[in-house]
T-cell receptor, first 113, second 109 residues
Framework: SAVISQKPSRDICQRGTSLTIQCQVD?????MFWYRQQPGQSLTLIAT?????????ESGFVIDKFPISRPNLTFSTLTVSNMSPEDSSIYLC??????????FGQGTRLTVV | DAKTTQPNSMESNEEEPVHLPCNHS???????IHWYRQLPSQGPEYVIH???SNVNNRMASLAIAEDRKSSTLILHRATLRDAAVYYC??????????FGEGTQLTVNP
């Protein structure tokens, strides 16, 4: 099994600023993903973090707003740029090797004021 | 992307079996069916997954219809700790796990 450490666990940020969330996995994994979850709702996939290349974004999410890095097979970052109150949410990192089980971080609770 | 449909909520009594249904009528031949659950203030937790055959593990059983257009997660004896939101997910192209709305399971003592 894999253990995911996600930092920070929570933050309160001013609108117009940016926040970078880090995701560290304790073993190498093929796939890493970033999700967003509004309170009481399901998870929405933001993008697939590709090792050594640009992330693959889902419809409605763009690189300028959510730049993602994945320099190696155990680490990824998600930046929420030029934040507005609408970006207040929980952001989760996931690690996955196909046809096995996915692991999720505990999430980063972001509040934009 | 292929979509899943689940009841919004279900209720069970402790120590009784629970059958959580999921419809995925647009599933393609290579899509795996995954189930995860999420407890309050935690990230989702893996429960089980399968492709065509029924699957069993220590947590649950997964029954997959012969045409693969539906599946059922079976918790054999519900406990209070099983109260959670259960998500039925199809693993689609690019090995992406796209979540549906999930079923809120309430377990009564």
């Amino acid at each position: 099994s894999a253990v995911i450490s996600q930092k920070p666990s929570r933050d309160i940020c001013q609108r117009g600023t940016s926040l970078t969330i880090q995701c560290q996995v304790d073993s190498q994994v093929t796939m890493m993903f970033w999700y967003r979850q509004q309170p009481g709702q399901s998870l929405t996939l933001i993008a697939t973090a590709n090792q050594g290349s640009e992330a693959t974004y889902e419809s409605g999410f763009v690189i300028d707003k959510f730049p993602i890095s994945r320099p190696n097979l155990t680490f990824s970052t998600l930046t929420v740029s030029n934040m507005s109150p609408e970006d207040s949410s929980i952001y989760l990192c996931s690690a996955y090797d196909p046809n096995t089980e996915a692991f999720f971080g505990q999430g980063t609770r972001l509040t934009v004021v | 992307d292929a979509k899943t449909t689940q009841p919004n909520s279900m209720e069970s009594n402790e120590e009784e079996p629970v059958h959580l249904p999921c419809n995925h009528s647009t599933i393609s031949g290579t899509d795996y069916i995954h189930w995860y659950r999420q407890l309050p203030s935690q990230g989702p937790e893996y429960v089980i997954h399968g492709l065509t055959s029924n699957v069993n593990n220590r947590m649950a059983s997964l029954a997959i219809a012969e045409d693969r257009k539906s599946s059922t997660l079976i918790l054999h004896r519900a406990t209070l700790r099983d109260a959670a939101v259960y998500y039925c997910i199809l693993e689609t192209s690019g090995s992406r796990l796209t979540f549906g709305e999930g079923t809120q399971l309430t377990v009564n003592p």
